[in-house]
Structures are given as structure tokens and as C-alpha cells.
């Protein structure tokens, strides 16, 4: 399961809830690399661990609107693993505040591989040497993609598959 973050106009959301499937269209039958685009490989459950102390299952912390923000484009579209949620530009420009406050000492201090393990933190790669270079790595990707966003009033969607 991947995650992905797609910036979008500030109109593009309430054109894709009018008619999810052009969202799809855009994801998957677009042959051209989408460069609003980015996927943050399998990062995305230890991220929000890091972010939250809490899984996905039990997800009720305010960063953890970073990737599930909990506002559907279409409960009954799959784009892989469920459907795309969505925050408004204004909404972007808050998260990437609050991203760009957290740093990457607090993350390593957050690391607590034996209950990331024991949360079944996806994907389970907690015990491994390079775990923590991984998931700040992709935190800088995240905090970069939010920043971007904010600068230009963009919406963000966000989907796994």
C-alpha cells in the first residue's frame, strides 16, 4: 500500500466529487507523469505513527489529517485502498504550518519501534537498521509537498494504493 499526495487547483476537489471518476482518470489512464503527483512509498503508517502516537485504526489526532483528512472525494470509489480524501487550500496552508514547526529530532525522539511493532504499524519494518532514515526521508518529501501547496493555493488529495 503507497500513499500519494496530488496538488490540485482549488476547484479540482468539488469537480471530482461531481464526477469521481475523472479523479481516476487523471490517477491511472493519464500516460504522461502527473508532477503534482507524489507517492511516498510505504512510509505513510509509521509517518502517522511519528506524527500521532496512534495506527490508522484508532487515527483521531489532528496531524493525522495529513494523509487521511477524513473529507471523501467518493466513499464508494476505491483508488486502490479506499477512497481519496481531500483538504481545502486553506486547510493546506494550516497543515503545512504545523508540518514545517516539527522537526526531525522530534520525530527520532517519537520512534518507538517495539510499539510500532506491537500496533502492527504498516509496514512493519520497524525493527530494520534504516527504518527511521526511511520515514524522515519521506516526512521531508510530505512537509515539501504541503509547502508547495500552501505557496500556491492549492488543494491537496491524498489516496493509498
Same mark, same amino acid.
Given at each position: 500500500m503507497i500513499a /500519494? #499526495? #496530488? &496538488? =490540485?487547483? /482549488?476547484? $479540482?476537489?468539488?469537480?471530482? !466529487?461531481? /464526477?469521481? *471518476?475523472?479523479? $481516476? @482518470? &487523471? !490517477?491511472? @489512464?493519464n500516460e504522461e507523469e502527473d508532477l503534482m503527483l507524489t507517492d511516498i512509498d510505504k512510509s505513510w503508517g509509521g509517518i502517522l505513527f511519528l506524527l500521532t502516537g496512534q495506527n490508522l485504526e484508532k487515527l483521531d489526532h489532528p496531524l493525522g489529517r495529513v494523509l487521511f483528512s477524513? &473529507?471523501? !472525494?467518493?466513499? /464508494?470509489?476505491?483508488?486502490?485502498?479506499?477512497?481519496?480524501?481531500y483538504l481545502t487550500p486553506k486547510e =493546506?496552508? $494550516?497543515?503545512?504550518?504545523?508540518? *514545517?514547526?516539527?522537526?526531525? $529530532?522530534?520525530?527520532?525522539? &517519537?520512534?518507538?519501534s517495539p510499539r510500532m511493532t506491537e500496533l502492527a504499524i504498516y509496514p512493519e519494518i520497524? *525493527?530494520?537498521?534504516? *527504518?527511521?532514515?526511511?520515514?524522515?526521508?519521506?516526512?521531508e518529501v510530505i512537509q515539501t509537498v504541503y509547502a508547495t501547496a500552501a505557496k500556491n493555493n492549492e488543494a491537496v488529495i491524498t489516496f493509498l494504493n
Amino acid at each position: 500500500m503507497i500513499a /500519494n #499526495l #496530488l &496538488r =490540485v487547483t /482549488n476547484a $479540482e476537489p468539488e469537480t471530482y !466529487i461531481s /464526477n469521481s *471518476a475523472l479523479l $481516476e @482518470e &487523471r !490517477i491511472y @489512464e493519464n500516460e504522461e507523469e502527473d508532477l503534482m503527483l507524489t507517492d511516498i512509498d510505504k512510509s505513510w503508517g509509521g509517518i502517522l505513527f511519528l506524527l500521532t502516537g496512534q495506527n490508522l485504526e484508532k487515527l483521531d489526532h489532528p496531524l493525522g489529517r495529513v494523509l487521511f483528512s477524513g &473529507r471523501v !472525494i467518493d466513499e /464508494n470509489q476505491d483508488l486502490g485502498y479506499g477512497p481519496g480524501h481531500y483538504l481545502t487550500p486553506k486547510e =493546506v496552508g $494550516e497543515m503545512s504550518g504545523a508540518l *514545517a514547526g516539527i522537526t526531525k $529530532e522530534e520525530l527520532t525522539q &517519537r520512534l518507538d519501534s517495539p510499539r510500532m511493532t506491537e500496533l502492527a504499524i504498516y509496514p512493519e519494518i520497524w *525493527a530494520e537498521e534504516n *527504518a527511521l532514515g526511511y520515514l524522515l526521508d519521506y516526512f521531508e518529501v510530505i512537509q515539501t509537498v504541503y509547502a508547495t501547496a500552501a505557496k500556491n493555493n492549492e488543494a491537496v488529495i491524498t489516496f493509498l494504493n
